[in-house]
């Protein structure tokens, strides 16, 4: 059993920065594929960005593409979101979820974090 915990989430404003953090445990880690979801308050949940097992490809939703960035270290068991000029349409609570599958397809995530909410005021 994998457990995932979030962190790096907060209030900032229109511009900023944020990095988010998964530390897994209970499992070994380059195993997985890492997704990083996201849900707004009344939406669906949706799909943010993917890394594969060793790092090698990492893949976007259109609508954070050139502003974020999925990395992960196998090492310390670790994935990251860099969030960069973070606009007010990025307020949720991001996930963190781990797979077997390298997809943008939230079912095919075994593992989910607890979500960390970030919000950004204009």
């Known amino acids: 059993q994998v457990q995932l915990v979030e962190s790096g989430g907060g209030l900032v404003q229109a511009g900023d920065s944020l990095r988010l953090s998964c530390v897994a445990s209970?499992?070994?880690?380059?195993?997985?594929?890492m997704g990083w979801f996201r849900q707004a308050p009344g939406k669906e949940r949706e799909f943010v960005a993917r890394?594969?097992?060793?790092?090698?490809?990492?893949f976007y939703a259109d609508s954070v593409k050139g502003r974020f960035a999925a990395s992960r270290d196998n090492a310390k068991n670790t994935a990251y979101l860099q969030m960069n000029s973070l606009k007010p349409e990025d307020t949720a609570i991001y996930y963190c979820?781990?797979?077997?599958?390298?997809?943008?397809?939230?079912?095919?995530?075994?593992?989910w974090g607890q979500g960390t909410q970030v919000t950004v005021s204009s």
């Open positions: 890394i594969s097992w060793g790092g090698g490809a990492v």
């Open positions: 209970g499992g070994t880690f380059s195993n997985f594929a």
């Open positions: 979820a781990a797979g077997r599958r390298y997809t943008s397809n939230y079912s095919d995530y075994s593992y």
